[in-house]
């Protein structure tokens, strides 16, 4: 009985394709005669289990660009997530600097200065005073979350 609606149902699947191919044509002429001969049903046997394989194929077809696509959505998230994750630790940067009162023109002015800076002691400086404040900052954290912290 299931064979029997797939092999009607793909008949019509067939019948209302715009352009099928030479084999899907010979089987609806072949589907729609009823007095086969021995040699008819032999092609009509094969053309079957051809058009079984060629659906299994395009269902293979369909699931494999499934999983490239999900593959693909999965890379562009975690690429996100990455990028959102950057934007805010350098958006708590200016927090830490005392800068959120600053326009985003002004912040981008400063910021525009400090890169055409080429003095590497200058920028040694700046960055010797930042990983202080970071440092300060982390232990600070730690005692307020009770690590580091030994009761006798």
Known sequence: MEK?????????HIKGL???TEQQKMLVLLAEKTDR???????????????????????ARTAAATLINDDKKKAKEAERKERTHRLIQQGVLFDLAKL????HAELLGI???AATIEDAERRKNWREKGEAKLKELSVSTAV?????VTSY
């Open 4 to 12: 029997a609606n797939w092999f009607e149902n793909r008949i019509i």
């Open 18 to 20: 715009k352009t099928p």
């Open 37 to 59: 001969t021995t040699q008819e049903e032999k092609y009509l046997t094969a053309l079957v289990r051809a058009e079984k394989a060629n659906e299994r194929a395009a269902k």
């Open 100 to 103: 959120e009162d600053r326009s």
């Open 111 to 113: 910021l525009l200065a």
């Open 144 to 148: 307020e979350r009770g690590e580091g």
